[in-house]
T-cell receptor
Framework: KAGVTQTPRYLIKTRGQQVTLSCSPI?????VSWYQQTPGQGLQFLFE???????NKGNFPGRFSGRQFSNSRSEMNVSTLELGDSALYLC????????????FGPGTRLTVT | AQSVSQHNHHVILSEAASLELGCNYS??????LFWYVQYPGQHLQLLLK??????LVKGIKGFEAEFIKSKFSFNLRKPSVQWSDTAEYFC????????????FGKGTKLSVKP
């Protein structure tokens, strides 16, 4: 089975711009979660989608949003980028029977200048 | 607030030494517990997990962890480390088990000297 894939792997944006990141889960997995990883804050949960519905949300501003499509692929969007948004964004998927056991993708490294 | 603490930020060991990494979580009822590992340049990989049953769980590459409910702890152990175990180790907790959000500790960087 192919693992979780994320595109693009690296991205450089300018402050004030917006960005969209994409995640394809493992085949058969319907839950997709997003995390932000930074040296200072570590790994922080952004949100989770299940069957195209946001089921859970972390403590991030409204500039961070996401969606999930009928094929379980997910996108996250960050609007009005700030320097502090520079981070590794990780996507994880899990099977319907064991939603807390998550499998992570390689991440998208976002740099905001 | 729910939280996970990893007390060791950086651990340096020689090959063949024994390893124990601490992880404590705040009370929150039913929990599912995980250890993930991130090797240099690689993505997070699941090392082991605890959902219920035997509190001593075995994972990949000779790692094991013990769930002690009374201490809210889930410490990771390995009897003899190898240079290839050099990586960052993350403890993670899912409260409730019904939704896919993990709360991670800040991680422990393990350096194994050959």
């Amino acid at each position: 089975k192919a693992g979780v894939t994320q595109t693009p792997r690296y991205l450089i944006k300018t402050r004030g711009q917006q960005v969209t990141l994409s995640c394809s889960p493992i085949s058969g997995h319907r839950s997709v979660s997003w995390y932000q990883q930074t040296p200072g804050q570590g790994l922080q949960f952004l949100f989770e989608y299940f069957s195209e519905t946001q089921r859970n949300k972390g403590n991030f501003p409204g500039r961070f949003s996401g969606r999930q499509f009928s094929n379980s692929r997910s996108e996250m969007n960050v609007s009005t980028l700030e320097l502090g948004d520079s981070a590794l964004y990780l996507c994880a998927s899990s099977s319907p029977g064991q939603v807390s056991e998550q499998y992570f993708g390689p991440g998208t490294r976002l740099t905001v200048t | 607030a729910q939280s996970v603490s990893q007390h060791n930020h950086h651990v340096i060991l020689s090959e063949a030494a024994s390893l124990e990494l601490g992880c404590n979580y705040s009370y929150g009822g039913t929990v599912n517990l995980f250890w993930y590992v991130q090797y240099p340049g690689q993505h997070l990989q699941l090392l082991l997990k605890y959902f219920s049953g035997d509190p001593l769980v075995k994972g990949i590459k000779g790692f094991e962890a013990e769930f002690i409910k009374s201490k809210f702890s889930f410490n990771l152990r390995k009897p003899s480390v190898q240079w290839s175990d050099t990586a960052e180790y993350f403890c993670a907790v899912n409260y409730g088990g019904s939704q896919g959000n993990l709360i991670f500790g800040k991680g422990t960087k393990l350096s194994v000297k050959p």
